[in-house]
Nanobody
Framework: QLQLVESGGGLVQPGGSLRLSCAAS????????IGWFRQAPGKEREGVSC????????YYADSVKGRFTISRDNAKNTVYLQMHSLKPEDTAVYYC???????????????????????WGQGTQVTVSS
């Protein structure tokens, strides 16, 4: 069975840090571009950060630039999202997604993904609150 499983979410105080993991089973991630998306209640899904499969170049939404870092460990078949200086507005369910190779990481994060060729995880809740 092909699936992505996110972990690492939780409750954290403003200014704190979390590291999200996205582990694949049933397929290898190194072929795929990977993205982290989030959706807060009442808001549209937002592409937070994406990374290519070819050269590992990354894209970050302006709202997280300088605070979040995406990385991939192909040996562990896992992609990470390290989040620092968390803010209440980062509160959302975070999802990882895998798609066939794209030209740029930004393309994955901003375009409408083809659901026929996209793998999605089940999501992990991140809550930033004091």
């Amino acid at each position: 069975q092909l699936q992505l499983v996110e972990s690492g979410g939780g409750l954290v105080q403003p200014g704190g840090s979390l590291r999200l993991s996205c582990a694949a089973s049933g397929f290898t991630l190194d072929y795929y571009a990977i993205g982290w998306f989030r959706q807060a209640p009442g808001k549209e899904r937002e592409g937070v950060s994406c990374i290519t499969s070819s050269d590992g170049s990354a894209y970050y939404a302006d709202s997280v630039k300088g605070r979040f870092t995406i990385s991939r460990d192909n040996a562990k078949n896992t992609v990470y999202l390290q989040m620092h200086s968390l803010k209440p507005e980062d509160t959302a369910v975070y999802y990882c997604a895998a798609i066939p190779p794209v030209t740029t990481a930004q393309a994955m994060c901003v375009m409408t993904l083809d659901q026929r060729t996209t793998y999605w995880g089940q999501g992990t809740q991140v809550t930033v609150s004091s």
